[in-house]
């Protein structure tokens, strides 16, 4: 934020000083000299480059300070997605939940046969987490 208003108040700065110079010559009808737009001139390019010193660090801070917390965000992300992704080989070892109907065979296939048509139905059910940004 200080980035964004340190040029907006060198400008208000500039133009002051603009104002004071212009005043300087209508004052003397045209006839000004130079010490007496000086003052208006030097006061316009002091505050420019006070606002530009305050904001060029500042934006700079900002930049790397983005850059910084896209960096931390990319490597959470992925972390998060690691950690979170369920994978079959996780879940191998453990029994399904049996349903109503799963509970009562409709056929009389040996219980092996029966055990390699579901695995196709648990790798389909398998689910993916992921974090989102």
């Known amino acids: ?12 700065g500039t133009v002051l000083g603009m104002m004071e110079a212009f005043s300087a010559m ?10 007496q737009l000086s ?6 390019l002091t505050t420019t ?6 904001a060029i660090p500042f934006a700079a801070l900002a930049a790397w300070i983005e850059f910084r ?17 369920v994978t079959p080989q996780a ?4 029994p399904e939940p ?3 109907a799963a509970a009562q065979p409709t056929t009389s296939q ?8 579901q695995e196709p139905e648990t790798q389909s059910r398998q689910r993916f987490a992921h974090a989102t940004g």
């Open 1 to 12: 934020m200080i980035a964004a208003l340190a040029p907006l108040l060198g400008l208000l």
């Open 26 to 35: 209508a004052a003397t009808e045209g006839r000004a000299n130079a010490s």
């Open 39 to 44: 003052g208006g001139i030097y006061e316009a």
């Open 49 to 54: 480059a006070a606002g530009l010193v305050v």
């Open 69 to 85: 917390l896209r960096r931390i965000h990319k490597v959470v992300n992925s972390s998060l997605v690691t950690v979170l992704t």
């Open 91 to 94: 879940f191998a070892g453990q």
């Open 98 to 100: 049996e349903s109503d």
């Open 110 to 117: 040996p219980r092996s046969e029966a055990k390699d048509e």
